[in-house]
């Protein structure tokens, strides 16, 4: 089954666009081919492009991004951090989406700014009160998500909304890959900054496996269709800067790059 993805035809298209505005459009990849479905999901094919005439979009429209604190024990204690006897959660507003190639933009009011490469969980269909071991037919599929985070802000305020809420703040994409498509205990996570390689870590590693999180955050929280799980960062989070080209790989799903740049 081929990658899925959101796209404009107008290359000027805002970086996230509402899903019923008539700019959007679903399509499937294959290969260099990008054809238009009717929806989301659906296996129809109507009108082929060249994704160099396409403006990608974020390829998923959620309610809200659901982020996972401190899910990999080397990266809870590169920064000081106990590890959580259960998942820390957070969310990132819908209004912080960018796709693969738009801009992160760097806010005035912050002086340091974190890449954080993950890898992103979205949902297929509406979970409430999933039991860990049913959790997998609830999920749509896979992509690569950098939470990008002002560690100033998020530090100074105790919480993380302002830190992690800005817009562009949460890069994802290029597409959705159908979980049916992915072997899973092979992912890892490499996330480089101007070529440099920064992290690199087995998704295998993480704290709370992906069932275990959509069952905690299912007991309180309805997860609909395309809502977004950002599921954690590896050891090696750092400092970016604008001008620098970050880029979050995750073999077998795609490459997430985004510049930064002064806001
Ligand atoms: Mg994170």
Redesign the pocket.
């Given at each position: 089954m081929p990658q899925r993805v959101r796209f404009s035809l107008n290359r000027f298209a805002e970086p996230t666009l509402p899903d019923g505005s008539p700019q959007v459009r679903y399509g499937v990849l294959e290969g260099d081919a990008l054809f238009e479905t009717r929806t989301p999901s659906s296996e129809d094919k109507g009108a082929a492009y060249r994704m160099k005439d396409v403006r990608l979009l974020p390829p998923c429209w959620p309610s809200k991004i659901v982020?996972?604190?401190r899910n990999y024990r080397e990266h809870a204690s590169e920064l000081g951090n106990p590890l959580p006897p259960e998942p820390l959660i957070f969310l990132k507003p819908p209004s912080s989406l960018v796709a693969h190639g738009d801009n992160i933009i760097y806010p005035t009011i912050s002086a340091r700014v974190d890449y954080?490469g993950?890898l992103g969980v979205v949902i297929g269909k509406r979970a409430r009160l999933v039991r860990p071991q049913e959790a997998e037919s609830y999920i749509l599929g896979y992509t690569c998500v950098n939470?990008v985070?002002a560690r100033d802000l998020q530090r100074r305020d105790g919480q993380f909304t302002r830190g992690?809420g800005f817009d562009t703040f949460c890069p994802v994409g290029p597409w959705i890959v159908p979980r049916q498509e992915v072997q899973f205990e092979r992912l890892r996570i490499r996330t480089l900054v101007n070529g440099q390689l920064k992290q690199d870590a087995p998704v295998q590693e993480m704290i709370f496996p992906v069932g275990a999180i959509i069952a905690f955050v299912t007991q309180f929280m309805t997860l609909e269709p395309w809502d977004l799980i950002?599921t954690?960062?590896p050891a090696g989070v750092g400092p970016l800067e604008p001008g620098d080209v970050v880029r979050v790989e995750i073999e077998g799903i795609g490459v997430l790059e985004n510049k930064v740049v002064r806001g």
């Open positions: 982020g996972i604190g954080e993950e939470d985070t992690k950002a954690g960062t």
